[in-house]
């Protein structure tokens, strides 16, 4: 087991002596400033101090054949478009295939408001850029019929 600690993040690895799986967490602060729209609310309201810091979470498992990341950020919602560009990324400087990771919100309504998150915004500002993710998919040998 390691264990090192950066500045506003924890990295943890294992591995398994069973069956040969490692596993990495790591946490990155991501605590906007002051003054910040608050997302979750009918009326604008801003943030006025912070109570408890908010963070993206990640976990990467690797079984030596294949890896898969999974990512949870405190926010209300993560938009189509910013997690298809955020796997892309991943990919590009991980390895780590796009179709094997996994990125989410905590559904959490005092954290930073993000703008056109709607999933139907998604779909008419990036009609085409998703078809190109499953073709990106589909060449990678990943096809998921009902998922979009």
């Known amino acids: 087991m390691t264990v090192s600690r950066h500045e506003s993040k924890c990295v943890f690895t294992a591995s398994s002596l069973a069956g040969g799986l490692r596993a ?3 946490a990155v602060k991501i605590t906007p400033p002051d ?3 608050v997302s979750g609310y009918y009326y604008v309201r801003n943030s006025q101090g912070v109570l408890d810091d908010i963070f993206a979470k990640a976990m990467v498992l690797d079984d030596g054949k294949a ?4 990512v949870v950020c405190d926010l209300l919602l993560l938009p189509r478009r910013m997690v298809i560009e955020a796997r892309w990324i991943i990919e590009e400087k991980t390895g780590i295939p796009a179709s094997n990771v996994m990125i989410s919100a905590t559904h959490a309504h005092t954290g930073p408001a993000i703008v056109g998150g709607s999933s139907l915004d998604d779909f008419r500002s990036c009609r085409g850029r998703i078809q190109e993710f499953h073709a990106f998919e589909e060449r990678r040998g990943f096809h998921d019929s009902g998922a979009q």
């Open 67 to 70: 890896k898969a990341a999974m």
């Open 24 to 26: 990495g967490v790591a």
């Open 35 to 37: 003054g910040i729209p």
